[in-house]
Nanobody, 122 residues
């Protein structure tokens, strides 16, 4: 049974930090590409960051470059999103996704978590 379980969301003041985790089971994490997406109220789901199976290559949406860092730990079957210098516009439900390729297109990912809510107050 495939499971992606996000955690680490919460309420934080602008300028603060959070680290999201995505614990994975039921598929071969070490050969899967991982990504984070987010969906703000009234908006479509948008790409945030992605990482290749090796961890050597990453991609970020421009709005989070220099503030967010995606990483993975294959020994723990877990992907992370370190979020620093948070802004109110980062408020959203954050989802992790896994797939056989890396893309900014949500449609290529096979598995999704249930999401974790991040609220950034001004």
């Amino acid at each position: 049974q495939v499971q992606l379980l996000e955690s680490g969301g919460g309420l934080v003041q602008a300028g603060g930090s959070l680290r999201l985790s995505c614990a994975n089971s039921g598929f071969t994490f070490s050969s899967s590409y991982m990504a984070w997406f987010r969906q703000a109220p009234g908006s479509e789901r948008e790409f945030v960051a992605a990482i290749t199976w090796s961890g050597r290559n990453t991609d970020y949406v421009d709005s989070v470059k220099g503030r967010f860092t995606i990483s993975r730990d294959s020994a723990k079957n877990t992907a992370y999103l370190q979020m620093n210098s948070l802004k109110p516009e980062d408020t959203a439900v954050y989802y992790c996704a896994a797939g056989k390729t890396v893309s900014r297109n949500s449609g290529v990912y096979d598995y999704w978590g249930q999401g974790t809510r991040v609220t950034v107050s001004s």
